[in-house]
């Protein structure tokens, strides 16, 4: 049994479905998205609608709440509140639907799904070093948790006697005794220097999570963002991996 975990699309339709190609080659037989369907990319309806086909585990990211007004965006930066403001403009009312509908945790046997943090979800912290992911440990049962939000794709280990470890490699088994903090990375928008888009494959059957990188048509996304009036930095910021 395979599972795909998925996150922060942004609207970016071009590396969503290199990966969902990507996903046929694998025989994934489960995808989770982890949130942020939409904000940033040209084509949020697109994303949906490929979405809804594929999946119903969704959670919903700081964006996607955002684009339907559950979630105050005042603290955004300048381009992401244009980006918002633009695909709440965009999205017509089935989508919008969608979006107001998707819960803000899941979880499934010894897994949680959540994009920002398991402390809180609804205030969108980030994980980033040890110290956040020890304290995040505290704030769900389950074995494994699955996030995104930072783009950036980063794992955590807490070992039996409760010491947490950052994981340097991007493919490592899962340790019965252990538990994890798994943050997949963005397919529509990495930021950890690498532009292809990124996500993560959970193998049951051989107990190991590995991080792909999927290449994408970044000219066609960059071309469609800036022809849809969007912030030419989003468009510039896809190649950069930045
Ligand atoms: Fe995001």
Redesign the pocket.
């Known amino acids: 049994m395979k599972y795909a975990l998925l996150?922060?699309i942004?609207g970016n339709v071009e590396a969503f479905q290199a990966v969902l190609g990507n996903l046929e080659r694998e025989k994934v037989d489960q995808v989770f998205f982890l949130?942020?369907i939409v904000?940033y990319g040209a084509n949020p309806e697109e994303c949906i609608k490929l979405l809804e086909g594929l999946t119903t585990w969704v959670v919903a990211?700081?964006?996607d709440w955002a684009s339907v007004g559950l979630t105050d965006y005042s603290n955004f930066n300048p381009v992401a509140k244009t980006a918002i403001e633009w695909t709440k403009r965009k999205l017509s009312v089935p989508y919008q639907h969608y979006l107001t509908h998707l819960p803000l945790l899941l979880t499934c046997h010894n897994l949680t799904f959540v994009h920002a943090s398991p402390y809180h979800p609804e205030e969108w912290n980030y994980v980033f070093s040890l110290s956040e992911a020890s304290f995040n440990f505290c704030c769900y049962e389950q074995q494994i948790s699955f996030i995104?939000?930072s783009?950036t794709p980063v794992s955590f280990m807490q070992s039996e006697r409760g010491t947490t470890h950052l994981l340097q490699k991007s493919t490592f088994p899962i340790e019965e005794s252990s538990r994890y903090l798994i943050n997949v990375g963005?397919v529509g928008?990495p930021r950890d220097g690498d532009p292809r888009a990124a996500y993560a494959i959970y193998d049951l059957d051989e107990s190991r999570v590995t991080i792909k990188r999927i290449a994408y048509d970044i000219e066609g996304a960059q071309k469609k963002i800036i022809e849809a009036g969007l912030p030419h930095f989003l468009a510039l910021r896809l190649a950069a991996g930045a």
């Open positions: 996150s922060d942004h949130g942020d904000g990211g700081n964006h995104g939000h783009h963005s928008q």
